[in-house]
């Protein structure tokens, strides 16, 4: 529960740096793209190689039509009727370039599949991999849906570009190019006549795709804007609703609109004439009369045939097509880019160093020096713990006390090694706790999430020691005050956790504390509030938790006075330092200490 | 293919301010597709008569000329026309659609947000709003106009010569049902790897959730739910792939495919002698383009299709009926009291009752703290009284009135919320408290921000009272957000407030001076309370006993309760003894 402000800036003013970063932005995008897909590069190269080939196969029918109508045109010239050899021999032809055409498009479509799945598989290893060595800390809730919506989202972006483009996208353009090529060879001139209205939509269209990339990352920001607001006009509602404030809050979302309309407008309206324009110049007709018209003049001289014309008018409306979907792909390639940046990000994630030279612990002493800590990296972050120093003698309770936010969970957590010390150091029995091997055999810890994965109780209780009896399950289980619920479960120990298992919190709490129980580490760390979740099974879990405790060297996270008046040393914790060590008669004549007891014996009606 | 085009259009009416622009601006797009198909139609008779020389329906190459250059002059004409029209749909849409979008959502019951609706909403206005938008500006004009021209193109067919016309009508179900069948060739391949992918992201989520308890039990590197979860998907994509693929290549081959089959039927048919040669020749090239524009048509049905959920969604906020309730604010019989008679309710036609048959009522001026054990629906209790959502059977009143029967505003200005959810606006922590009620003095806020406890966690910001709290408070932590929502009740004066106590319970400094503020509340208001602390539910003049089946057991003051013995006696000795309870 981190309380410090953050100034942030107005979501708005973030836009005008976005904008100036955006090139930058789209070479590392293209970077990380590049540098993702490289395990399966080779294989996208054949599929490119092979779609390719399939797009030049596609122009046999059109040279079909040619060839063929030379036959009827000569047929229709002379008496003696159409020769079947030739017509059949280019029907035979086309038949098998199409079947080969098929035949080379499978096995592209094959192959960039292939790549796919196995970049897929890559990717999510990679990232599991990574995730066993980043720093506990780094779990927050911000992180973990950025790791959903890069699984979710970003990974299915990246198929689409690997599994389908190379195949479809190569495809989309070479066929038009080799149909244009082929225009070119029947004769120059109707190849020319072919692409005649061409050059002008290229000028139309690079009129309105100007500075597109910049007003896409204008556009995003704007409606991320919007979206915040509808965020904030949603979640908020209640409180909107209870003081008649609907208004206000639907006007702030309208305004966040209104501002991407102004802008949308600006940018779009004068493009809308352009754009129009351009789109026109590729209509049929027009095309065709283009076409048509060249080529009777160039019949009439006697230079080409009506086949030839009819087969390059043809061509002339399937090669716009080609320019469409390349200008589809600079968009989808961009997208793309965005989706590997934030997959590298995730995999790049720093980790924790290896424990490097392994140190044995010698006892269960536990010794924080000097240790200095802030979530950011960076060299003026905010100090979260500042020269925290104090010890934990063997087989002894110690509690942090102290107002919420100032430190005691970063504290407990450190000695689990949720992340290390920015300065000064933690010794477990003498050994720094970043040397030790397998630190989880040495130090537990129950904290306020359960954290219970959906497989089955049994597998839940037994993931720190696969190899436990039976009996030692039930046993745990009843020391952890759970054995009874849980067997009353119609499918017992294999009952699945998860929605509709019907299991409470408090008794997922219990759960998580009989596998802590099994694991049976020396040192724990516990959070009281773990205790309090739950009313109505709050007695049943702190028996479970003094149960596991006994013995054990304890560092307990401790939220009410009155749970640690008998342990044996209390570390008043303030704005990430110590302020006095001792037990509770030694602290009370202390006055922060003091004032913690003070406010929880405010009562209602001032009676007791 | 047209029948996707037909349901969706009356919702496309519903999302643009002017539904009538939109019309016009189809009949334009189906005109220039007419005059598309009419010049492709032309071709047939000006290669002809290219290629012989000789006159077709009576027209020369000249004449034919002449015909197509002012279909082209037309049809550029429409064309730019048909795109002016379309964008200017489009945007009345994206302009008129977070209108729409927000006006509905202000007027909706507040029961009506307790599904995870915010992601939705905010995708719904942002980036799927271009996707839509893409519908009304690419979508329907070119498939309205394609349509239009394959129509003309096989009349055409069957004027020049029955035979082919034939032949057309026959490729164009084909190449619809091919198409069809590849894709759900497609979706039976994501119905295989889908679901396991989908179970894969939930495993590594898990993994990254769980990543603490994992590694406290030194897992961390071989949990093996995840590593079976992996294989699966390996194994469930590749078995997936040889369908997809297959779907894939059907779709890649159709058009194709249809092209070398109306090639060798107009072949043979001129070699047979059955088709003029010259005849033939136009034909065929009538037919590559035929499929082309088939092939146009389907491609944009399927992405009009794709978009299909998008629609549906913003239909569904669109369509969304209100909670009914009075146009006038009614006369308050019994101001300050609450009142639940014979109360059932579920949160779904199938869902376990939460409430059966409660009764319970709330005298003026007086603390009812509610009591029972976790699902047994005391938060229910007091949605049912703010009216998130309406009782299945029995009355629920609110000042004497059921609620059903006064207006939202009516109803909320009787009522402060202190709830376990509290939402801040982002904004300063003053503003924040000063939204408890319009026109308060500066005095005022700072008085009620005094008694929450909120001048602490002013005096501690950088900024004070001008400092922003976060999106959501987000800066705050959840007790200091409690407080915060104190002070805003304690500035409203309602009649009545509900408080949920459970957050308060985790933090020593809160407790109390939420303490000190409930204590000042009950002076001014009637306060039913959601109590888990002993000293809480000691300190009300009513204590409503609730069952875990969600029913009353008992309503009385603490001492009737515990003599009466039951579920309340057992509770409090539970709470008493975790209470008192320390670790060693």
Redesign the interface.
Known sequence: ????????DDPSGGAATLVSDTKAQQKTDARSLKELMRPVAPWLTIGRLLAAISGVL?VV??V??VQ??H???A??GSEG??D?DE??R??RI??LT?SL??GI??IA??VT??AD?KL??LI??R??QR????P?VW?TST??GR??KA??DDIGTIHQLIA?RPVDGT?AIVMPAALMVYAFIIDWRLGLLAIATLPLYVAAMSVSMRGMGEKTVQMDTR??L???R??????????V??????GR??RA??DA??E??EF??AW??PL??V???G???L????I???N??G??WL?HQGWV???D???T??IA??IP?GLEVLMGSMWAQQMAGASARRLTELLETPVLAEEADHAVPEGHDVVFEHVSYSYDTGEDAELALDDVSFTLTAGT?T?LVG???SGKSTIATLL?R?DDPRSGQIRLGGAPVDRIK?L??HV??V?Q???????SIR?TIT???PDATDEQIREAARAARVLDEIEQLPEGFDTVYGAGTGL???QAQRI?IA??IL?D?PVLI?D??T??T???S??QI?QA??DL?RDKT?L?IA??????????QIVLVESGRVLATGTHSELMAHPGYAR?W???T????G?? | MSLPLIDILPRLRRMISEPEALRPALIVAAL?GL??G???A??LP??GS???GEPVWGLQ?GG??VV??L??V????L??LQ??RT?AVA?DF??SI??LV??Q??K?P?GW?ARP???R???????E??NAGEIFAHMIGPLVARIT?AIVIVIAAWLWHPLLGLVLTIAAPVFVIITVTSTSFMRRGSAIHEPEEIK???R??????????????????D?P??GAA?ED??SA??RA?WI??AG??LS??VT??V??AL??VS??L??S?TL???A???F??LA??FT?TLSTITENAMSLESRRPLLDAIDEVLTAEPLPEPASPAHLPAPGTIELEDVSFAYGPTAEPVLQHVSLSVPRGSMVALVG???SGKSTIARLV?R?YDADSGTVRVGGLPVTEQT??QL??Q???V?Q??????DTLEANIA????GASREEIRDAADLAGVTEIAER???GWQ??????GR??????RQRVAIA?ALL?RSPIVLLDEATS????????NI??A??HLRRQATVLIIA?RL??I??ADQIVALTEHGSVEAQGTHAELIAAGGTYAR?WD??H????????
């Open positions: 529960m981190t309380t410090h402000v953050q100034t942030r596609a029918p059109y079909a039509l063929i109508g036959v009827l045109l047929a229709a009727g159409v079947a017509v059949n280019w029907l086309l038949l199409f055409r098929i498009y499978f479509l094959l599949h292939l799945i897929g598989h999510r290893l990232m599991v995730f066993a060595r980043v506990l779990f992180n973990s790791v959903r699984l979710q389908h495809n409606l991320g919007v979206s915040a509808m965020v904030e006009f949603v979640t908020g509602i209640t409180v609703k209870a003081f008649g404030r609907v809050a639907h979302f309208q609109a209104d991407f309309q949308y407008y779009v309206r809308i004439t754009s129009a324009l789109n026109s110049l209509a049929v007709p027009l065709l009369s283009v048509i018209g080529g009777a019949v045939t009506a086949a014309v009819l087969a008018s043809l409306l399937l097509y309770v509690a107002p919420s936010g689990a949720f397998h989880y055999t537990g810890f904290l999430d359960p954290q219970l994965p959906s497989i597998d993931l720190g020691r409470s919190g408090g998580a596998r802590a694991v580490a516990l009281e509030a205790a309090l739950d009313p109505e709050q007695h702190q938790l003094s405790a304890v307990l939220h009410r006075p009155e749970a640690i008046k008998g342990v044996d913690l003070q406010s929880t405010a009562t209602l009606g009676t007791k | 220039s005059v598309e009419l010049s492709l032309a071709l000006a290669i290219l290629a012989s190459i034919w000329l197509l250059a279909l082209a037309t049809c550029f004409g064309h730019y795109e002016q964008y945007l994206l302009r977070h209108r927000g006006d959502v202000a909706q507040l947000f609706s915010s992601g909403l905010s995708r719904m206005v942002s980036a709003l271009m021209a894969l992201a939930a590594i989520v898990e993994y990254a959730q769980c990543q603490g308890a994992l590694r406290s039990c030194g897992r961390s590197d949990f739910p995840l992996l998907t390996r994509k590749t792939q997809e693929t894939m290549l890649g081959v194709q495919g092209i070398v090639i060798a072949g043979s001129a070699v002698g003029e040669p010259i033939a020749l136009a065929i090239g590559l383009r082309s054990p976790s699902g703010c998130f939202t505003e909320m200005s009522l402060s919320m709830f959810d509290v939402y801040l606006f982002d939204i408890g009620r319009e910001l950088p900024a400092s922003r709290v976060g999106e959501g800066a705050l932590s959840g007790g200091e805003r409203k319970a985790l933090d020593v400094e809160n407790e109390a303490v000190a409930v204590e888990h000293d809480t000691a300190a509770f539970r709470l003894r975790a209470q008192g309870w320390h670790i060693v």
